[in-house]
C-alpha cells in the first residue's frame, strides 16, 4: 500500500502560480511512477502531469505544457507540481497519483493509489 497526502492548494488570481506537494508513505516510493489529476465539478478525472520513477521523464497534457512543472524528491517521498500563468479553467480539486507500471500512463485506471485531493480555485 502506498499512502498520498496533497497540500498546497489554496486561492489565486488568475496569471499567479500555485505549487502543490504530494506527501507519499508506506512502499517504497522510487519504486513508482506518479502522476497529478484534477477535476472540475461535473468533469470526468483528467490527467494532469506524469513523472517516471526515477524523474528523468515528465509528461503533460497539451493545456498545461509550458505552465506547469512535475517533478519529485526521492529521499522526501515527495512529488511537486508547480503550476504558473494559472487560468480560471484550471480551476479543480487536484490529485496525486501513483502506478507501479511503467511510466508514460494518462488514465485514471492505471494508477492504483490515489491521495484524498486539494482545491484550486482560480478568480478571474
Known amino acids: 500500500q502506498v499512502q498520498l497526502v496533497e497540500s498546497g492548494g489554496g486561492l489565486v488570481q488568475a496569471g499567479g502560480s500555485l505549487r502543490l506537494s504530494c506527501a507519499a508513505s508506506?512502499?517504497?516510493?522510487?519504486?513508482?511512477?506518479m502522476a497529478w489529476f484534477r477535476q472540475a465539478p461535473g468533469q470526468e478525472r483528467e490527467f494532469v502531469a506524469g513523472i517516471s520513477w526515477s524523474g528523468r521523464l515528465t509528461y503533460y497534457a497539451d493545456s498545461v505544457k509550458g505552465r506547469f512543472t512535475i517533478s519529485r524528491d526521492n529521499a522526501k517521498n515527495t512529488v511537486y507540481l508547480q503550476m504558473n500563468s494559472q487560468k480560471p479553467e484550471d480551476t479543480a480539486v487536484y490529485y496525486c497519483?501513483?502506478?507501479?507500471?511503467?511510466?508514460?500512463?494518462?488514465?485514471?485506471?492505471?494508477?492504483?493509489?490515489w491521495g484524498q485531493g486539494t482545491q484550486v480555485t482560480v478568480s478571474s
Open positions: 508506506g512502499r517504497t516510493f522510487s519504486n513508482y511512477a
Open positions: 497519483a501513483a502506478t507501479s507500471s511503467v511510466s508514460g500512463a494518462t488514465t485514471v485506471y492505471e494508477y492504483a493509489y
